[in-house]
């Protein structure tokens, strides 16, 4: 069955460059989540889309941004990246009628 | 403030014998709970849910059970496999309307299951 898909996989960056990450959700999956887990802290919450509408928004920094497109992937656009921004970056993505999110293997951002 | 929390950071228990994972949540919107078990430097996984007009919820060796009253949910697994030794996060996420609700997680407890 089809899965999430993030890419890259793994991404190194240096101070005050940019980054995009990009998620591929589960076909017929409408609903798209950012989270970021930073070295020993549980999974945060960043932002949200349904239907290509942005739904909920968490502790995104004002550098980021993100957005869903017209064939539902998602992509989180990231500058002046910070040292503080090296993490784990998963995407997840579900449906109207299922409520399980289902997440991808996750973007490594390094900032060097 | 967290509003889901695993106040246990880890966990060891024998092979063969029960593990529960304990959660505990604040926000009574909340209406349902996930269980996700997580592998280093990989996607968390999916693992079980409830929904909030349910105390229990059974697959396999798993069962989740819910205690709305206490604001409480727990993790059963039984028998504990070497296999099981993971990260384990639980998850809620409030409903409502047309809104799909993000999914608030917990710190995790790391469970260690040794042969």
């Known amino acids: 069955a089809a899965g999430v898909i993030q890419s890259p996989r793994h991404l190194i960056k240096e101070k005050r460059e940019t980054a995009t990450l990009k998620c591929y959700p589960i076909?017929?999956?409408?609903?798209v989540y950012w989270y970021q887990q930073g070295p020993g802290q549980d999974p945060q919450f960043l932002i949200s889309?349904?239907?290509?509408?942005?739904?909920d928004k968490g502790s995104i920094p004002d550098r980021f941004s993100a957005q869903q497109f017209s064939d539902y992937h998602s992509e989180l656009n990231m500058s002046s990246l910070e040292l503080g921004d090296s993490a784990l970056y998963f995407c997840?993505?579900?449906?109207?009628?299922?409520?399980?999110?289902?997440f991808g293997q996750g973007t490594r951002l390094t900032v060097v | 403030d967290q509003q889901v929390k695993q106040n246990s950071p880890s966990l060891s228990v024998q092979e063969g014998r029960i593990s529960i994972l304990n959660c505990d949540y604040t926000?009574?919107?909340?209406?349902?709970f996930l269980w996700y078990k997580k592998y280093p430097a990989e996607g968390p996984t999916f693992l079980i849910s409830?929904?909030?007009?349910?105390d229990k919820n059974e697959d396999g060796r798993f069962t989740v059970f819910l205690n709305k009253s206490a604001k409480h949910l727990s993790l059963h697994i039984v028998p504990s496999q070497p296999g099981d030794s993971a990260v384990y996060f639980c998850?809620?996420?409030?409903?409502?309307?047309?809104?799909?609700?993000?999914?608030?997680f917990g710190k995790g407890t790391k469970l260690s299951v040794k042969p």
């Open positions: 997840a993505s579900r449906d109207r009628v299922n409520t399980e999110a289902f």
């Open positions: 076909p017929r999956h409408d609903t």
């Open positions: 889309f349904y239907e290509k509408m942005q739904s």
């Open positions: 926000n009574s919107m909340f209406d349902y």
């Open positions: 409830i929904s909030s007009i349910k």
């Open positions: 998850a809620a996420s409030a409903s409502g309307g047309g809104s799909q609700g993000n999914l608030i």
